[in-house]
């Protein structure tokens, strides 16, 4: 069984895009010798999404620091780095 999940609304997910996803991993488990019953889930999503997944997974115990980068002001000297 394959279920599709649409997260996101940045490309239209037609039927004749599902029917592409559900041929091509029918495909990979045949060819990866897939003989059992199985079910396969995909989600598509945005980045806010994954951003927000990733960040609600993560366990922030593990961090020792945490590297914040920012965008440099236009007007700034790049000799301050």
Same mark, same amino acid.
């Given at each position: 069984?394959?279920? #599709?999940?649409?997260?996101?609304?940045?490309?239209? %997910?037609?039927?004749?895009? =599902? @029917?592409?996803?559900?041929?091509?991993?029918?495909?990979?488990?045949?060819?990866?010798?897939?003989? #059992?019953?199985?079910?396969?889930?995909?989600?598509? %999503?945005?980045?806010?999404? =994954? @951003?927000?997944?990733?960040?609600s997974q993560i366990d922030m115990s593990n961090y020792i620091s945490i590297i914040?980068?920012?965008?440099?002001?236009?007007?700034?000297?790049?000799?301050?780095?």
């Amino acid at each position: 069984m394959i279920y #599709i999940d649409n997260r996101q609304d940045k490309i239209p %997910v037609t039927t004749e895009l =599902i @029917k592409s996803l559900e041929d091509i991993i029918a495909f990979t488990l045949k060819e990866e010798g897939v003989a #059992i019953s199985y079910e396969v889930s995909v989600v598509l %999503v945005d980045n806010c999404n =994954i @951003k927000d997944r990733f960040l609600s997974q993560i366990d922030m115990s593990n961090y020792i620091s945490i590297i914040n980068i920012t965008r440099k002001k236009k007007n700034d000297n790049m000799n301050s780095l």
